[in-house]
T-cell receptor, first 115, second 116 residues
Framework: GAVVSQHPSRVICKSGTSVKIECRSL??????MFWYRQFPKQSLMLMAT?????????EQGVEKDKFLINHASLTLSTLTVTSAHPEDSSFYIC???????????FGEGSRLTVL | AQTVTQSQPEMSVQEAETVTLSCTYD???????LFWYKQPPSRQMILVIR??????QNATENRFSVNFQKAAKSFSLKISDSQLGDTAMYFC?????????????FGKGTHLIIQP
């Protein structure tokens, strides 16, 4: 199946700093990628849809100035958590579709801990 | 908006037994897709099985099969001959059909524990 890679897998930062998480589709081109957030023992909540060459579409309640998404190429989307606070600590997962498939392929996830 | 409901937060069965995880959904769409994803302790999301709503035949993948009841909006997952490696969180998910670039809507998940 298609491979989606996420980096870093774990990151610890101080409160007030910014953190960037990368999501790459390794063997296919993804015009659309999705960013999810998952709290411990909870489900995945869609944060935003990342569109190559255009602005991301954010879900209701997600602060677009806090969570900056850039889809610079057909194989790379980045999520930057700006001025991170402890409440931003979470597991962030990216995903992408292959062509017209409705199936999503997921990255390995990134665990962010803000001290 | 679509909703996906998984009413079993946790289930536990003995190895080699058969277990069924329930999922119901609500939508006004007629063309859509349903999925079961597995999330083991590694947190990597893995597709278990998928079902297109226009197909009447239930999907099957080796030990995994679904019971898709479109009128009842029910999509249960049956795992036969369960194995220790099946221990994981299982998420039911919904996607609309057509060309929309929307993400999946997930249920809250069922934590399945396979006991030796």
């Amino acid at each position: 199946g298609a491979v989606v890679s996420q980096h870093p897998s774990r990151v610890i930062c101080k409160s007030g700093t910014s953190v960037k998480i990368e999501c790459r589709s390794l063997d296919f081109q993804a015009t659309t990628m999705f960013w999810y957030r998952q709290f411990p023992k909870q489900s995945l909540m869609l944060m935003a849809t990342s569109n190559e060459g255009s602005k991301a579409t954010y879900e209701q309640g997600v602060e677009k100035d806090k969570f900056l998404i850039n889809h610079a190429s057909l194989t790379l989307s980045t999520l930057t958590v700006t001025s991170a606070h402890p409440e931003d600590s979470s597991f962030y997962i990216c995903s992408a579709r292959v062509g017209g498939s409705r199936e999503l392929f997921f990255g390995e996830g990134s665990r962010l801990t803000v001290l | 908006a679509q909703t996906v409901t998984q009413s079993q937060p946790e289930m536990s069965v003995q190895e080699a037994e058969t277990v069924t995880l329930s999922c119901t959904y609500d939508t006004s769409e007629n063309n859509y897709y349903l999925f079961w994803y597995k999330q083991p302790p590694s947190r990597q999301m893995i597709l278990v099985i998928r079902q297109e709503a226009y197909k009447q035949q239930n999907a099957t993948e080796n030990r995994f099969s679904v019971n898709f009841q479109k009128a009842a909006k029910s999509f249960s997952l049956k795992i036969s001959d369960s194995q220790l490696g099946d221990t994981a969180m299982y998420f039911c998910a919904f996607a609309t059909g057509g060309g929309g670039a929307d993400g999946l809507t997930f249920g809250k998940g069922t934590h399945l524990i396979i006991q030796p």
